[in-house]
């Protein structure tokens, strides 16, 4: 009997902790990119590109290159090699942008290492 019962323990505390586990920290995945520098029609928000395609299956550079809100200030170097972490934005993280330069999409970095 006390052989069932220490299984069961066992096996709740498995699954507690299994369960604590969230996906986003599973899911994660650093991408290589490179600051290009501040983009023409939305503030100070600098644009990166990525090294790889991130979001479809085309190689155009429209897919490789966003802007990326919540940059540090200290990664906002042209030509910097970094390493992030990224999101979509959520509602009210987006930036308002003019219509004068090509239309970039947009991600929250959530993570950055720079390569210097």
């Known amino acids: ?3 069932i019962k220490r299984f069961i323990l066992i096996f709740i505390g498995m699954s507690l902790f299994a369960i604590s586990c969230s996906k986003d920290e599973i ?3 650093w991408y290589n990119a490179t600051v290009i520098g501040k983009g023409l029609d939305c503030g100070n928000t600098f644009l990166i590109q ?3 395609d991130v ?3 085309s190689n155009t550079i429209s897919n490789k290159t966003f802007y990326a ?3 540090p200030e200290k990664c906002k170097v042209p030509e910097m090699k970094i390493k992030v972490e ?3 934005p959520n509602n009210g993280e987006t930036i308002v942008c003019t219509a004068m ?3 970039y999409p947009q991600i929250y970095i959530t993570k950055v290492i720079s390569n210097r």
Do not use: A, C, Y
């Open 1 to 3: 009997m006390r052989h």
């Open 27 to 29: 899911d994660t995945k």
């Open 50 to 52: 990525f090294d790889e």
């Open 55 to 57: 979001m479809g299956s």
């Open 69 to 71: 809100i919540n940059l």
């Open 86 to 88: 990224f999101r979509t």
């Open 101 to 103: 330069g090509i239309g």
